[in-house]
């Protein structure tokens, strides 16, 4: 294998980089440091440069979506410094992260900018030793670093080099603050030598760089056969969780850690792990025979192969696969999760993911195979003889080592993929197979059991999320379909009137809201409109949106107060355990006059004809369904030639952590400087100042009316 610091750079210019990174994790005396950058037009961060930490553990996180709920996620969506002090405060704050790194250890993320544009993310983890703050040294630090690759970012791509990720992320070395002189070297190799017990020294990837021959006969090895090997390789009875976790912690934490394993048949060794930011040294003792073991009858061992991962982190790719399965909602979302945790963590090259629908087995995802070579295989008919689809109809998994092995039982096969190997997976949730999984290596690949268990166990994982999703895909499309036919499919052309609505779903999660709008046309010079937003986002939310739009209707001619008091009434009467915000205006068309009447609607904005704009005050009424009493006071405004009257539902204004009355008053601002007279560009320029910062968990309904001058 190489060494992770001798490949180059696969991301373009990449390495201009790397003296920012080395420089940043100096100054602040951090352990650990990463890159992400975020290519132009995409929403997923993607490791580009790290040190201090062997990519294999970090690969879980090779790609982070914008919208997940990790730190340096967070850091880039809110444009702030995220800080994590303590193994407690990750397990509050982040709990899927704790949960698959449960180390000592503090860890800091920011976000790299240049003018409005982002550009990625630094995370940096310190020992969990470190302070319960950041100092200001270390902010100083973390500030420059981001100011400085911000702008080297912004030049690149002004000179059409966009510095990019590559497929995998730049390793670079870890700061040294000297080089030993050879005598320096043989001084220390001739002191280990002569501690008692043994000793060795590992590389952060785990792999054995030194080791006394005091060691290697307590280990029961030659030393030529231990250098340069990982332990669970070459001592199959270190192949354990207690081994694999001991290293994870002293890599993570930089603190020492210690365990005790035994050496068939009978003799027990203590481990002592002590880490700094090159490696980490081993001591190696003699152990006495613990009292809960005394008794234990020796069991056989048997090695492993060298591609097979250890137990341990079997245990930690199971465990991360889950957590990160238990965010996937829709099929859509599991479909992306899986190829980012499943192909590094067991070194596949290609993978499909195909379900059975309507007596064909249908590709619903892939990655490291061509589109066109997946169309080739898309909608096979689940009559016909393929691996694939008789581990679907059989629900057991097959395993091919080579292309010779698939032969045999596959006598029709045609090497059409240019892999070497083979795993064929039945998805099987709730005693049905639904679907199967293929997952395929470069080269050959011999199946060990106990990664055949493993392989199996993952793709169990992945039906129960697949049959999750495809319910929640089934709700979800019948609220959207529920929704789209009670919304007004056009707006009515109304004498006096430039209108334009716009309805977007959000941006983060799937749910179908119960926003709504309704533009209706009374008479020759009366009109009305509505914007509403019913409580929940489902099926229940659609259906009462309905409702309401069918009382307002009922009721439209009469003050806006009244008719905000009879929707009330009807949806108290109706109970149907959700509440309503609505927002009812009757524009007399002649007269360039409006009445208002809201039920804790978030307020109207008025831009009049010279372009000041403002919020209009108006005397908050109760949300619909709560009291049948409850009263709506009328507000009556003028609307002359050339004002725009904006009603929004509070996806247009609502983030998290902001303040919902600056959030108002920016709209008005934003509204006052939009270029444009007409509806629709006005209700595309206010869309996209909303939606182009952080993703939005609500939807956003919006209704533009343009004032023209009645009978002209």
Not at 82 to 108: C, N
Not at 263 to 287: E, K
Not at 367 to 377: C, I, S
Not at 659 to 671: C, N, R
Request: net charge negative; glycine share 6%.
């Amino acid at each position: 294998m190489r060494d992770a610091a001798s490949v180059p750079a696969a991301g373009s210019d990449l390495e201009l980089l790397d003296p920012a990174l080395v420089r940043v994790v100096r100054e602040a005396g951090a352990s650990v440091g990463v890159v992400y950058l975020l290519p132009s037009g995409e929403t997923v961060l993607r490791q580009a440069l790290l040190t201090g930490i062997p990519p294999q553990i970090v690969a879980p996180w090779a790609q982070v979506e914008l919208a997940a709920p990790i730190p340096v996620a967070e850091a880039v969506r809110e444009r702030r410094v995220v800080w994590v002090g303590s193994r407690e405060e990750m397990a509050r704050r982040y709990p899927k992260a704790a949960l698959v790194l449960p180390y000592h250890f503090a860890a800091a993320a920011a976000p790299i900018t240049s003018g409005d544009t982002d550009r990625g993310g630094l995370v940096l983890l310190w020992p969990g030793s470190h302070p319960p703050r950041l100092v200001q040294r270390e902010r100083d630090a973390i500030d420059v670093f981001c100011r400085h690759t911000g702008l080297l970012l912004q030049r690149a791509a002004d000179s059409d080099r966009p510095v990019l990720p590559g497929a995998e992320p730049r390793v670079l070395p870890p700061y040294r603050s000297s080089t030993p002189r050879p005598d320096e070297a043989m001084a220390a190799v001739d002191f280990a030598e002569r501690l008692p017990g043994g000793c060795c020294a590992l590389d952060l990837e785990g792999r054995i760089t030194f080791i006394t021959a005091a060691a290697a006969e307590l280990v029961g090895a030659e030393v030529p056969d231990l250098l340069g090997a990982l332990p669970s390789e070459a001592l199959p009875w270190l192949d354990d969780p207690v081994f694999e976790d001991s290293y994870r912690s002293a890599v993570f934490s930089r603190q020492s850690t210690s365990f005790t394993a035994r050496r068939p048949p009978d003799r027990w060794l203590s481990f002592q792990l002590h880490p700094d930011a090159s490696g980490i040294s081993v001591r190696i003792t003699p152990a006495p025979i613990p009292t809960a073991h005394a008794e234990d009858t020796p069991e056989a061992q048997r090695p492993t192969s060298p591609v097979t991962p250890s137990r341990a982190g079997e245990l930690y790719h199971l465990l991360h696969l889950a957590a990160t399965l238990t965010e996937a909602v829709a099929v859509q979302d599991v479909v992306e999760r899986i190829p980012s945790q499943v192909m590094p963590a067991f070194g596949v090259q290609a993978l499909a993911l195909m379900t059975a629908q309507e007596g064909r087995l249908r590709i619903i995802g892939h990655h490291g195979y061509t589109t066109e070579l997946m169309d080739r295989f898309d909608a096979a008919p689940l009559t016909s003889d393929t691996p694939a689809v008789r581990v679907l109809t059989t629900g057991v998994p097959a395993f091919f080592a080579t292309f010779a092995d698939l032969k045999r039982v596959y006598p029709p096969a045609v090497l059409e993929d240019d892999m070497a190997a083979w795993a064929f997976l039945p998805l099987t949730a709730s005693g049905r197979t639904v679907g199967s999984m293929v997952l395929a290596y470069d080269r050959p690949h011999p199946f060990a059991t106990e990664e055949r268990a493993v392989l199996t166990s993952i793709a169990g994982l992945v039906a129960q999320a697949l049959e999750r999703a495809r319910l929640y895909d089934a709700q979800h499309q019948l609220a959207h379909s529920l929704q789209a036919a009670l919304l007004p499919h056009a707006l009515p052309s109304i004498p006096g009137l430039d209108l334009a609505a716009r309805y977007v779903p959000a941006t983060r999660g799937v749910d179908i809201g119960g926003d709504f709008y309704d533009l209706i046309r009374l008479d020759e010079s009366n009109a009305a409109a509505a914007i509403g937003d019913v409580q929940g986002h489902n099926v229940n939310a659609a259906a009462l949106m309905g409702q309401v739009r069918t009382a307002v209707h009922a009721t439209a001619g009469a003050s806006p107060g009244e008719v905000l008091a009879r929707t009330n009434h009807l949806l108290t009467d109706l109970d149907p355990g959700l509440f309503t915000s609505c927002l009812y205006v009757h524009f007399d068309l002649a007269r360039h006059r409006a009445r208002l009447a809201t039920a804790g609607h978030p307020p109207p904005l008025l831009r009049h004809p010279d372009g000041r704009t403002e919020v209009v005050q108006m005397l908050p009424g109760l949300v619909l369904g709560i009291d049948r009493t409850a009263d709506y006071t009328t507000t009556e405004i003028p609307l002359p030639p050339g004002s725009v009257l904006a009603l929004y539902t509070d996806g247009l204004v609502e983030t998290p952590g902001a303040d919902i009355e600056e959030a108002i008053a920016d709209l008005a601002e934003h509204l006052a400087r939009a270029p444009g007279g007409t509806a629709e560009t006005l209700a595309d320029a206010l869309v996209h100042y909303a939606t182009q910062g952080a993703p939005r968990s609500d939807d956003i309904a919006l209704l533009v009316i343009n004032v023209q001058q009645f009978g002209g």
